[in-house]
């Protein structure tokens, strides 16, 4: 599949997602097992590329604006990808996917996970508008451990 196609397919997902989880009801064409994957693997690829752009700055000129862009990406993103994992899009869905079923067999835990990204990155958004590099290298660690977490409970390794 294309990057174009698979990129297609995700924003297709979150919209669908989006409506679904605006209306509070289940819509009667609720978004394939594929799509929801392609959606939250996509996301994952733009918060790996929102972190990678703070590291760079911060071991360089530290742009203030291009880390502002970055964790404001990272914030966005991270607070839709907890829509991202209904019942039926893990591993026994038949689609590739590096999530484990404890996402689904936990799903309080991995749920609180979520909501400490989303505090530990709308905290990074904060500092990194403060300018403080001292400040945004301890918030960036803070938030990248968060990340670290999830993964090591409720993600296969490469």
Request: hydrophobic share 45%; proline share 3%; glycine share 8%.
């Given at each position: 599949?294309?990057?174009t196609?698979?990129l297609?397919?995700?924003?297709?997902?979150?919209?669908?997602?989006?409506?679904?989880?605006?209306?509070?009801t289940?819509?009667?064409?609720?978004?394939?097992?594929?799509?929801?994957?392609?959606?939250?693997?996509?996301?994952?690829?733009?918060?790996?590329?929102?972190?990678?752009?703070?590291?760079?700055?911060?071991?360089?000129?530290?742009?203030?604006?291009?880390?502002?862009?970055?964790?404001?990406?990272?914030?966005?993103?991270?607070?839709?990808?907890?829509?991202?994992?209904?019942?039926?899009?893990?591993?026994?869905?038949?689609?590739?996917?590096?999530?484990?079923?404890?996402?689904?067999?936990n799903?309080?835990?991995?749920?609180?996970?979520?909501?400490?990204?989303?505090?530990?990155?709308d905290?990074?958004?904060?500092?990194?508008?403060s300018?403080?590099?001292?400040?945004?290298?301890?918030?960036?660690k803070?938030?990248?451990?968060?990340?670290?977490?999830?993964?090591?409970?409720?993600?296969?390794?490469?």
């Amino acid at each position: 599949m294309t990057r174009t196609r698979t990129l297609a397919l995700a924003a297709a997902g979150v919209l669908g997602l989006a409506a679904v989880a605006g209306t509070g009801t289940l819509a009667s064409a609720a978004p394939s097992a594929s799509t929801v994957v392609a959606t939250r693997q996509a996301n994952y690829k733009k918060m790996g590329a929102a972190m990678k752009t703070l590291k760079d700055e911060l071991q360089g000129s530290a742009d203030k604006d291009k880390m502002v862009a970055a964790a404001r990406t990272l914030a966005a993103t991270v607070r839709v990808q907890n829509k991202l994992f209904p019942d039926g899009s893990g591993p026994s869905s038949g689609v590739k996917t590096d999530a484990l079923p404890a996402i689904w067999t936990n799903r309080d835990a991995f749920n609180a996970d979520m909501q400490k990204a989303i505090a530990e990155a709308d905290k990074l958004v904060a500092i990194a508008g403060s300018g403080d590099k001292s400040a945004i290298i301890a918030q960036f660690k803070a938030t990248g451990a968060t990340c670290g977490g999830c993964h090591r409970q409720f993600r296969a390794d490469d």
